[in-house]
């Protein structure tokens, strides 16, 4: 049964501290992205890609978020450094719209609490 | 930019009647619509999705949700709602499947 896999599950850090979140989105899926939720935001998504390539990171903060796609079974979301406001859940989800199929894939989440 | 719209932030409904979650969009061209469901602790799941054809779409758990073009609309709907249905929707919209913009969701409690 093909399917996302975030890691960790749970993370509590301190405030400054640097935080890595994985993600192994669904062998043949070339598009990833990367959502944040919160109760006041609700879903927002930070960063996209599409074979590897980020083709949008305008919903994530620039100064501290960062995203990449090392390979195509790794994306991965650090903050550096960390603050409390970025506590929330962060999702991982996947989709291959070659396959006409054109629905995401989600990851069961990382949930981040920052002290 | 599209946009998605979802009027109610609950929905109470007793088990056994007709629910309805009402979704509105904005989108340039021909708009791709889906709807996720998300239980507690879990990422989002695929309910159902409308790209072209019929506008009745049927989908997982005995959903449905109509397009209709004119009022940009995609209501969510079941005959006969299940206290297991209760959970946080959310409507989407994808322009070709290039990014996926969710509505704020829409909280369902099906009461006994």
């Known amino acids: 049964d093909a399917r996302v896999t975030q890691t960790p599950r749970h993370k509590v850090t301190e405030m400054g501290q640097e935080v890595t979140m994985r993600c192994q989105p669904i062998l043949g899926h070339n598009t990833v992205f990367w959502y944040r939720q919160t109760m006041m935001q609700g879903l927002e998504l930070l960063a996209y890609f599409r074979n590897r390539a980020p083709l949008d990171d305008s919903g994530m903060p620039k100064d501290r978020f960062s995203a990449e796609m090392p390979d195509a079974t790794l994306a991965t979301l650090k903050i550096q450094p960390s603050e409390p406001r970025d506590s929330a859940v962060y999702f991982c989800a996947s989709a291959q719209p070659e396959d006409r199929d054109e629905k995401l894939f989600f990851g069961s989440g990382t949930q981040l609490s920052v002290l | ?112």
């Open chain 2, 1 to 112: 930019a599209q946009s998605v719209a979802q009027p109610e932030d609950q929905v109470n409904v007793a088990e056994g009647n007709p629910l309805t979650v009402k979704c509105t969009y904005s989108v340039s061209g021909n708009p791709y619509l889906f709807w996720y469901v998300q239980y507690p602790n879990r990422g989002l799941q695929f309910l159902l999705k409308y790209i072209t054809g019929d506008n009745l779409v049927k989908g997982s758990y005995g959903f449905e949700a109509e397009f209709n073009k004119s009022q940009t609309s995609f209501h969510l709907k079941k005959p006969s709602a299940l206290v297991s249905d209760s959970a946080l929707y959310f409507c989407a919209v994808s322009p070709y499947g290039q990014n996926f913009v969710f509505g704020p969701g829409t909280r369902l409690s099906v009461l006994p």
